[in-house]
């Protein structure tokens, strides 16, 4: 039986992009299984499709394989690669995309090798011409290093993915905006080091109400680790930008609470 492979793109479902991505790979096989997955991230926005990516791994059985094309530099000298992350197989453009995947795998072993680009593949549709056939062969169960050459140097990771540590203050942005109205910050639950988060600022606004679900938020915005595993600001049946928070892009700062016992 084969794995499936599920998608995550900026292509939208308003043109034909998405699926031609699904009949690529049953050119490959027609018994394999494309699953829509994510289609909907912001045109070119590469730091929320590396959220989308490493959301949508945590939710897949083992084995899938993910094809993850948010390309803005397609048809340029931009690798193309396919990436074992700790047994999360995917493939994707080397932008950062698979920024969370690869540094969360650190401690479970990492491969990476570039693909080549066929000769007849279309310098606009990368995803339709090299991603989805790729992830279709890793889906029959074609070996990694089968599909390319070994990367000489670690994937390009984005910067913006990850917090800036300054002590007891961890400084993000909000990297997703969900279609709730959630603002997904980069600030992960591994970076609060166990500690507990005290307050959460941003321009114009703050919140001290730290919640564990969505119904323990009272008036205003609240603070929480979502599912994925990051800090979310959140409304009680609201988006947060109603109530003043930040919007997708916006700078976050998380303060953490003194651990009990510390010399103030």
Request: hydrophobic content about 45%.
């Given at each position: 039986?084969?794995?499936?492979?599920?998608?995550?793109?900026?292509?939208?479902?308003?043109?034909?992009?998405?699926?031609?991505?699904?009949?690529?790979?049953?050119?490959?096989?027609?018994?394999?299984?494309?699953?829509?997955?994510?289609?909907?991230?912001?045109?070119?926005?590469?730091?929320?499709?590396?959220?989308?990516?490493?959301?949508?791994?945590?939710?897949?059985?083992?084995?899938?394989?993910?094809?993850?094309?948010?390309?803005?530099?397609?048809?340029?000298?931009?690798?193309?690669?396919?990436?074992?992350?700790?047994?999360?197989?995917?493939?994707?453009?080397?932008?950062?995309?698979v920024s969370y995947l690869w540094a969360e795998a650190e401690l479970r072993g990492?491969?990476?090798?570039?693909?080549?680009?066929?000769?007849?593949?279309?310098?606009?549709?990368?995803?339709?011409?090299?991603?989805?056939?790729?992830?279709?062969?890793?889906?029959?169960?074609?070996?990694?290093?089968?599909?390319?050459?070994?990367l000489d140097r670690a994937p390009v990771l984005c910067d913006r993915a990850f917090c800036g540590d300054r002590g007891d203050v961890?400084?993000?942005?909000?990297?997703?905006?969900?279609?709730?109205?959630?603002?997904?910050?980069?600030?992960?639950?591994?970076?609060?080091?166990?500690?507990?988060?005290?307050?959460?600022?941003?321009?114009?606004?703050?919140?001290?109400?730290?919640?564990?679900?969505?119904?323990?938020?009272?008036?205003?915005?609240?603070?929480?680790?979502?599912?994925?595993?990051?800090?979310?600001?959140?409304?009680?049946?609201?988006?947060?930008?109603?109530?003043?928070?930040?919007?997708?892009?916006?700078?976050?700062?998380?303060?953490?609470?003194?651990?009990?016992?510390?010399?103030?």
């Amino acid at each position: 039986m084969h794995a499936p492979i599920v998608f995550v793109t900026d292509f939208g479902t308003a043109d034909t992009y998405a699926a031609a991505l699904a009949a690529a790979c049953w050119r490959v096989d027609p018994q394999l299984t494309a699953i829509a997955g994510m289609h909907e991230v912001p045109p070119g926005d590469v730091l929320a499709g590396a959220y989308h990516l490493k959301a949508m791994a945590l939710a897949m059985p083992p084995g899938a394989v993910l094809c993850a094309v948010v390309d803005p530099g397609v048809g340029s000298d931009r690798a193309a690669l396919a990436v074992d992350a700790g047994g999360t197989l995917c493939v994707v453009p080397d932008n950062g995309l698979v920024s969370y995947l690869w540094a969360e795998a650190e401690l479970r072993g990492r491969r990476c090798v570039r693909l080549p680009v066929p000769g007849d593949a279309s310098a606009t549709f990368h995803g339709r011409d090299l991603f989805a056939p790729a992830a279709a062969r890793l889906a029959t169960g074609v070996a990694l290093e089968e599909l390319g050459e070994p990367l000489d140097r670690a994937p390009v990771l984005c910067d913006r993915a990850f917090c800036g540590d300054r002590g007891d203050v961890l400084h993000g942005v909000v990297c997703v905006v969900d279609r709730f109205g959630n603002a997904i910050t980069t600030v992960r639950s591994a970076d609060l080091r166990g500690r507990a988060i005290a307050a959460v600022e941003w321009e114009g606004g703050a919140t001290e109400q730290v919640v564990r679900t969505y119904a323990g938020i009272s008036d205003g915005v609240g603070a929480l680790v979502g599912s994925a595993g990051h800090v979310e600001l959140a409304g009680r049946g609201v988006a947060t930008e109603v109530l003043g928070g930040p919007g997708r892009g916006a700078a976050v700062r998380v303060r953490l609470a003194v651990p009990m016992g510390t010399p103030r």
